[in-house]
């Protein structure tokens, strides 16, 4: 059995989540301790809580401290089953994160499944469902993934009640990607999506995004959408011949649009300047699905803790190593090869 220091680097859940998905794939079962010891609430929250009842489902796993605010998991898998699953947060936790931690398993099962979740769309700190859609499932298909995703109805923390509809066919070989150079900028743009809050906080972000990136009137939009709850998030779509790079900021209580904007911006600028491929966070989900293969490479501007802890799970399961190099002081690269 698989042991994993849960504190390791950054010790957030991104490890539970690759732990979990690289346990069904593969096979092996592993105990992780001091789950999430890093974070000011430590232990299983809800959306982890449905992670790993999720892929516990999926492949009928015997799982140990499968409990709110464990430390401590044992999870030892059996056989993946495709089908039809439905698994709700019960908050307005991501979906985003779930569906990380089962895609990769459904990939290899014998048949399609499709999965609804219920919970957030679009959290802090998670990838919105809308980066999912532009960005990661597109590079998927570039692997020869074929994954649709529907937003079904959208979630903002704190009231929740967002649904992704995802239909996912089973692909058992998977064509390495490589993404060392950037590709050509054909298209920029920007969404503000705002539910419930007064339309010029939308206007104040989408100004700000075009005296700061020198974009146009036609390069941004407002999108008013219907949810539970109030919600705002700016989304900054960078699209090359090869990637759609995605970044978002996020409506915050007693931060201005102009600073949420200001601060969307300055992440994409950083991007814009370096050589890299893909942004930090792109990187570190692609690293899971590449590694599957045994090859691939990229570059991004950091190499994030986050990225690290990620990496050190994913090669106590699989026999690959990541190999780091410094392109430049704005970009890094990491190549994939198996041991």
Not at 58 to 74: H, R, W, Y
Not at 98 to 112: E, K, N, R
Not at 306 to 322: D, G, K, P, R, T
């Amino acid at each position: 059995m698989i042991t994993i220091d849960g504190s390791y680097g950054e010790g957030g859940g991104q490890m539970l989540r690759s732990a979990l998905a690289l346990s069904m794939v593969t096979g092996q079962a592993f105990t992780m301790h001091s789950i999430r010891a890093n974070r000011s609430k430590k232990g299983l929250l809800r959306q982890h809580l449905t992670a790993v009842k999720a892929a516990q489902q999926i492949c009928d796993a015997q799982v140990t401290g499968a409990e709110l605010n464990s430390q401590d998991l044992v999870f030892i898998p059996n056989s993946i089953k495709n089908g039809n699953y439905h698994f709700d947060i019960g908050t307005a936790g991501s979906t985003t994160l779930v569906l990380q931690a089962i895609l990769p398993a459904l990939l290899m099962a014998d048949g399609s499944s499709t999965v609804t979740i219920t919970g957030g769309t679009h959290n802090q700190s998670a990838p919105p469902a809308d980066f999912l859609e532009l960005s990661f499932l597109p590079l998927l298909a570039q692997m020869g993934i074929n994954v649709s995703l529907n937003i079904r109805k959208h979630g903002f923390y704190p009231a929740g009640g967002g649904e992704l509809i995802v239909k996912i066919a089973p692909c058992h070989t998977l064509t390495p990607l490589h993404l060392q150079t950037r590709g050509e900028i054909q298209n920029a743009y920007a969404h503000s999506l705002i539910c419930s809050l007064p339309i010029h906080i939308a206007e104040r972000e989408l100004h700000t995004v075009r005296q700061q990136m020198a974009w146009t009137d036609e390069q941004t939009a407002i999108k008013s959408i219907r949810a539970m709850g109030q919600g705002n998030v700016l989304l900054l779509m960078i699209a090359d011949t090869q990637v759609t790079n995605v970044f978002s900021g996020f409506a915050e209580h007693g931060v201005s649009a102009e600073k949420v904007a200001a601060l969307t911006c300055k992440e994409a600028q950083t991007f814009l300047n370096s050589q890299a491929s893909v942004n930090e966070y792109l990187a570190d989900q692609l690293l899971l699905p590449m590694a599957l293969t045994g090859a691939g490479s990229l570059s991004t501007t950091q190499i994030s803790p986050h990225c690290e802890s990620n990496m050190a799970v994913i090669q106590q399961f699989l026999a690959i190593e990541f190999e780091t190099k410094t392109i430049d002081r704005h970009t890094v690269g990491i190549v994939v090869k198996k041991k």
